[in-house]
Nanobody, 116 residues
């Protein structure tokens, strides 16, 4: 089992910045990927960004150039730096941990609200 604890959400004005953090603990395998997804009211959960243990990253087109994902392998923590936030970025953001491409674990979610 893997436990994920997220932090860093909140309310920010459009154009502002927030930084999300997610710390993983428990049965951590070296072959893993961590990432962020988000779900806005009435919409499906969507990919925001992911990073593998080797440092390979992927981003949704909607956040490229504005968001940066990074990780600190020593303490199994992933970060999402969000700049130039827009009202359409408002959602609950969920941290994901994927072990060996097989087992998915999710955090409890953190609310991000961007006011116009």
């Amino acid at each position: 089992q893997v436990q994920l604890v997220e932090s860093g959400g909140g309310l920010v004005q459009a154009g502002g910045s927030l930084r999300l953090s997610c710390a993983a603990s428990g049965s951590i395998v070296s072959d893993n990927a961590m990432g962020w997804y988000r779900q806005a009211p009435g919409k499906q959960r969507e990919l925001v960004a992911t990073v593998t243990s080797g440092g390979r990253t992927t981003y949704a087109d909607s956040v490229k150039g504005r968001f940066t994902i990074s990780r600190h392998n020593a303490d199994n923590t992933v970060y999402l730096q969000m700049n130039s936030l827009k009202p359409e970025d408002t959602a609950v953001y969920y941290c994901q941990f994927v072990a060996r491409g097989l087992w998915n674990y999710w955090g409890q979610g953190t609310q991000v609200t961007v006011s116009s």
